[in-house]
C-alpha cells in the first residue's frame, strides 16, 4: 500500500521523483524517501509525515543531481513510521537501494539468517532485507543477485532497485503487487499507478507477476525469473491528464462524487445495444448458468458492501443461493467451492492482495471466476475466468465513490443478463429494467442536486459522536457502506445494524441526542422502518431519514428528511449512496478533517 516511482533518462531525477509521489500520495503518506545516484554514489534523503516534509528538506529535488533514481511514500506494516523504517531502504555497505510495496512474509527467518552471517541492520522493515540480501548475493552479476533475492523471499513485492556499480541502469520486479513501466523519448520510468506517470508519457508496460524489468534512458527490457526475455505489449492511455487532477475542486472525493453520472453511463451505456444487454466480455452460456448451485462473492471493504446488494438482488432476480464473504477470511474457512460454483470477485483496482488470494482459492477448489474491476490489466483481471471493467476511470481519493457505484452499476447489468438468460423475465419487465438502467445516470445527477440539503443537514450533525444507521433488506446492505463512508474519512464513530436487530442488544446504545440514520427506501418494508424510527425517537434519538420521493417522509416522524427519485427497486442503492457520500463528506471537511487522504487508510491494499 505504497508508492513506488523510478526514472531514468537525461534530466535532474529528483524533481521528477518528487512529483510523482505527489500523484502517488494517496497510495501512503506516513513516510517519503528518494534515492539518486549521484557522483558515483547512491544518495538517499528520507523524511517522516507527509510528502511535503520531504520537498522541503531537498528543496523541491534541486539538492540533487543525478540522471537516475528512485522514490516512494510509505504506508507503515514493518516498523513505525520514522526516518529510519522509510523508503529507500539500502544495503550495509552502500551497494543497493531498494523501494519496496508489500510484505515479505518470512523477513524474520531472512533477517536471523543474514544477521549470523555478520550482517547489520538499521530498520525495523522488511524491506531493509531485501536490500541486505541483493548485496549478500551480488559478486559482480547483477541479474544473479536479484534472482536469488527473490527465490528466497516469500511474500509479495513491487520493487525498483539500484545498484551502485551499474549507473545506468534501473531494475524492477513484481509478484502480487502492481508496477508499471513508463515508456519515453530517451527517458524511462516505473510507477505504482498510471497518473504519476501522464505528464511524461502515455505509453505504459504492466509487469506481471514473477517478471523483472531492466530499464535504460533508451531501452525496456523484461525478463522471466529464468533470465529468458518476455515480450511485453505497450498500452496507450486514452485518459486526460484532467482526470487525474483535482480540476479547481476542493477536494478529489467531492469531485468523484460529482463525476458519478458519468462514470455509470460510461459503464452502462456500451453495454446496451437495440434495448438489449451485451456483455462481450462474457463466455456464459444458459447451461452453464442453470448448473450452478450457488454465487459466492469475495470482496473487502467498500466492494464487499457492493456484494451485500448483490446478495439481495441475485437471489431475488435468479433464484440462486449466494453468499457473500469477507476475502481476508474466505481461505482460512475451508470453505465449500465446486465446479458448480460462480465466484464473483469484486476490486476496484483488481491488485487487492486479500481478494486476489480469495480467487486463486477458488480457483484451486473448481469454481468458476468473474471479476469487477476498474484497472485494465490488474492481477484479479488477468487471474479470472472472465471479467468485466467498471471504467469508472481514475479514482485518486482513498474514500471510494465512483468506483463503488460503477461496481453497482454492474451487478444490475450481470443480474438483468442472467435473469433473462435463465428465462426469469418477461419482455415487459426486461424492458422495465432496460429503461431503469439507461435512466440511471440521470438519476444519479437528480439525486446529486439535493447537496445543499445534505450540507445544512451536516452542519446540525458534524458534531456527534457517535452515528448509528440502520435499515432493513437493500437498506441495511446500504447503511453498510454509509457507516463506512463516514467513519473512514470523519473519524466518527459510526456502526450499522439491520434495523430489525435493535430490539436485541443495539437499542441500549441510544440515548438523548444519539444520531440515527434510518434508510427507508424500500417501499415494502416502509411501515416497520417507521416503527423503528419510533423506538429510537422514544429513547432520545435524533433520526435523519432516507426515503424515495413520495416515499413517507412527511409521515415518518424523522427529525430530518431527504429523498431520491423513485426508480425499480434493484437501482434505488445507486441513488441512496449519493446523500449518504454528500453526508459523510460535509461533516469530514467541516471537522477539518484531510478528507482525500484519511489517518491509517490507504487506497490499494497490497497487504493481507
Excluded at 460535509?586 to 489517518?599: L, N, Q, S, T, V
Aim: proline content about 3%; overall charge negative; aromatic content about 8%.
Amino acid at each position: 500500500m505504497c508508492g513506488i516511482v523510478g526514472y531514468i533518462g537525461a534530466e535532474e531525477a529528483a524533481p521528477w521523483l518528487l512529483y510523482g509521489l505527489t500523484k502517488l500520495e494517496y497510495r501512503g503518506y506516513d513516510s517519503a524517501g528518494i534515492a539518486v545516484f549521484e557522483g558515483g554514489n547512491i544518495r538517499v534523503a528520507k523524511a517522516k509525515g507527509r510528502l511535503q516534509n520531504l520537498v522541503d528538506l531537498t528543496h523541491g529535488g534541486a539538492d540533487f543531481h543525478g540522471n537516475l533514481g528512485i522514490g516512494h511514500t510509505r504506508w507503515a506494516t514493518h516498523g513505525a513510521p520514522s526516518d529510519i523504517n522509510s523508503h529507500p531502504q539500502t544495503s550495509e555497505l552502500g551497494k543497493f537501494a531498494v523501494v519496496h510495496n508489500g510484505i515479505i512474509e518470512n523477513y524474520l527467518e531472512l533477517r536471523e539468517f543474514l544477521s549470523q552471517r555478520g550482517v547489520s541492520f538499521v530498520s525495523e522493515t522488511d524491506t531493509e532485507v531485501i536490500a541486505q540480501l541483493l548485496e549478500y548475493y551480488y559478486t559482480g552479476n547483477i541479474f544473479e543477485a536479484i534472482g536469488k533475492t527473490l527465490a528466497r523471499v516469500t511474500g509479495s513485492y513491487a520493487l525498483g532497485i539500484l545498484c551502485r556499480d551499474d549507473p545506468n541502469t534501473l531494475y524492477a520486479a513484481r509478484k502480487d503487487n502492481p508496477l508499471i513501466i513508463g515508456v519515453g523519448q530517451g527517458e524511462n520510468f516505473i510507477a505504482s499507478d498510471i497518473p504519476a506517470l501522464l505528464s511524461k508519457t502515455r505509453e505504459v508496460i504492466r509487469l506481471s507477476d514473477l517478471e523483472i524489468a531492466r530499464l535504460r534512458a533508451d531501452s525496456v527490457e523484461v525478463f522471466g525469473l529464468d533470465f529468458e526475455p518476455i515480450k511485453k505489449k505497450t498500452e496507450h492511455i486514452t485518459w486526460d491528464v484532467s482526470a487525474a487532477e483535482k480540476g479547481g475542486y476542493p477536494h478529489f472525493m467531492f469531485k468523484e462524487i460529482l463525476e458519478q453520472p458519468k462514470a455509470v453511463a460510461d459503464t452502462i451505456s456500451p453495454r446496451i445495444r437495440d434495448g438489449r444487454i451485451v456483455l462481450d466480455e462474457l463466455k456464459f452460456t444458459r447451461e452453464e448458468l442453470v448448473n450452478l448451485d450457488r454465487i459466492c462473492i469475495l470482496a473487502c471493504g467498500s466492494a464487499y458492501h457492493v456484494g451485500m446488494i448483490a446478495k439481495y438482488i441475485f437471489e431475488e432476480m435468479l433464484r440462486v443461493p449466494t453468499e457473500v464473504t469477507i476475502a481476508s477470511e474466505f481461505r482460512y474457512e475451508n470453505p465449500i467451492v465446486s465446479d458448480k460454483t460462480l465466484a464473483i470477485i469484486i476490486s476496484q483496482s483488481g491488485e487487492t492482495l486479500d481478494t486476489l488470494e480469495a480467487m486463486r482459492e477458488a480457483k484451486r477448489r473448481g469454481a468458476r471466476t468473474l471479476s469487477i474491476v476498474n484497472v485494465v490489466g490488474s492481477a484479479i483481471a488477468l487471474e479470472a475466468d472472465d471479467v468485466i471493467y467498471t471504467w469508472a476511470g481514475p479514482e485518486i481519493a482513498v474514500a471510494t465513490t465512483k468506483a463503488y457505484s460503477t461496481q453497482l452499476a454492474v451487478i444490475d447489468l450481470l443480474a438483468i443478463y442472467f435473469a433473462d438468460l435463465l428465462g426469469k423475465l418477461t419482455p415487459e419487465e426486461y424492458a422495465v429494467l432496460i429503461a431503469g438502467l439507461e435512466a440511471l445516470p440521470g438519476k444519479i445527477a437528480e439525486a446529486l442536486e439535493k447537496k445543499d440539503a445534505v450540507q445544512y443537514i451536516a452542519s446540525q450533525c458534524f458534531n456527534a459522536k457517535n452515528i448509528f444507521f440502520i435499515g432493513r433488506n437493500l437498506d441495511y446492505a446500504m447503511s453498510l457502506e454509509g457507516s463506512l463512508k463516514l467513519k473512514e474519512i470523519s473519524y466518527i464513530h459510526s456502526e450499522a445494524y439491520a434495523a430489525g436487530e435493535l430490539k436485541h442488544g443495539t437499542i441500549s446504545l441510544i440515548e438523548d441526542g444519539t444520531l440515527v440514520v434510518a434508510l427507508s427506501t424500500y417501499a415494502r418494508l416502509f411501515e416497520k422502518m417507521r416503527n423503528n424510527i419510533l423506538e429510537v425517537k422514544t429513547r432520545g434519538a435524533t433520526v435523519l431519514g432516507l426515503f424515495t420521493k413520495g416515499g413517507g417522509a412527511e409521515s415518518s416522524k424523522a427529525d430530518f428528511a431527504l429523498e431520491i427519485p423513485q426508480a425499480p427497486t434493484m437501482f434505488l442503492p445507486s441513488l441512496a449512496i449519493i446523500p449518504l457520500q454528500l453526508f459523510a463528506y460535509y461533516i469530514a471537511a467541516m471537522k477539518g478533517c484531510d478528507i482525500d487522504k484519511p489517518r491509517n487508510l490507504a487506497k490499494s491494499v497490497t497487504v493481507e
